[in-house]
């Protein structure tokens, strides 16, 4: 839906020239919510404004939905992509109704098909329209009117949306309630989504892809998993923080750890889904009690025993060792007394 192709943006003022996006290539498949992030200056706002226009590339080209965004008007093209700021950026002399079909209106939609369509989308982002459609903006507190700025930028039904920071301005409770609620919302409607953060927890939380922009470039593009995993350079671990492990365990499925069973594989034991995380996983052992010598039978779509999982494999992944549960040689060396990582060859 949307491409970049070596698109770079060169700002001049007072005879110095600040390249803020340098070369910059990047795709965003069909339905897929791709978050920009990095520090202050990196280039990610200035990026997603130059797929609308509000930033007119100084190199390369940016193709959306199958055209260059230099040859489209750009009233039409705004018109097309819905967009979504800090505070909502509602008119604060129109209802909330009113300012959820601002679009729709400019598109010539009949009244009774505006009302509906607002109502229809009040109710998708949480606001009751009976208690909420006729109030105006400075009636509603600032997650309110961040989901009303939601519900605008998907009125006339853009394939695309473009996010600025939307939730930076709202205080952090509001904010994990606003963001529980757009994923929701994303696995209802399944637009194509950029949004840009600055907050890697929200990053992580949300996107489907994360691209990561340092000095107006990207240092690395995939998925969550994938910064966690295999990070690009020391830069990406150092912007992660002190998380990472913890966040890894959020991507880890049973089914990557799972070794094929052996016959010294117990008959019996828990059996979860391979699709569970290592994080899920570990709370499901705690609410069912299961002990030590169980390990976790791993299944796949089916039900099916896909492979074994022995407790103390589970244990190493989550930085932990079991105590031995009688006395004897030291498990941490090999037969040849060469260290051992105590993990099964």
Do not use: C
Not at 331 to 336: D, I, K, N, Q
Request: proline fraction near 7%.
């Amino acid at each position: 839906m949307i491409t970049l192709e070596h698109v770079s943006k060169v700002f001049t003022s007072g005879g110095q020239t600040v390249r803020a996006v340098d070369d910059v290539s990047l795709e965003v498949g069909a339905g897929e919510l791709v978050v920009l992030i990095g520090p202050s200056g990196s280039g990610k706002t200035t990026t997603m404004r130059m797929i609308n226009r509000l930033e007119t590339p100084t190199g390369g080209r940016i193709i959306v939905d199958g055209r260059d965004v230099l040859t489209l008007d750009v009233v039409e093209l705004r018109r097309r992509l819905g967009y979504v700021i800090q505070q909502g950026g509602l008119f604060p002399h129109f209802t909330v109704a009113d300012n959820v079909a601002v679009v729709p209106r400019l598109l010539g939609w009949p009244r009774r098909k505006r009302r509906e369509r607002a109502e229809e989308l009040l109710a998708l982002v949480g606001l009751p329209p009976e208690r909420f459609a006729d109030r105006f903006p400075r009636q509603l507190s600032g997650g309110q009117q961040q989901r009303v700025g939601v519900a605008r930028a998907l009125a006339a039904d853009p394939p695309i949306i473009l996010m600025d920071e939307p939730f930076g301005a709202v205080d952090p409770i509001t904010r994990k309630q606003l963001q529980r609620e757009l994923r929701r919302i994303q696995a209802t409607v399944r637009k194509t989504i950029v949004f840009v953060t600055h907050d890697i927890a929200e990053a992580f939380l949300l996107g489907d892809r994360i691209v990561l922009m340092s000095e107006g470039r990207v240092v690395q593009d995939g998925t969550p998993a994938d910064l966690l995993r295999h990070p690009a350079d020391p830069f990406v671990t150092a912007f992660i923080g002190e998380d990472r492990g913890m966040r890894a365990l959020h991507y880890t499925s049973l089914a990557e750890l799972a070794a094929p069973a052996g016959e010294d594989a117990p008959s019996d034991g828990l059996a979860l889904p391979g699709t569970m995380t290592v994080l899920e996983a570990t709370r499901e052992l705690g609410l069912r009690g299961a002990t030590a010598g169980d390990g976790i039978w791993v299944t796949g779509d089916a039900g099916e025993r896909i492979g074994h999982l022995p407790f103390h494999r589970l244990a190493a992944v989550l930085g932990e060792t079991l105590a031995p549960e009688q006395s004897g040689p030291d498990p941490s060396a090999s037969p040849e007394g060469e260290p051992s990582d105590g993990l099964p060859a």
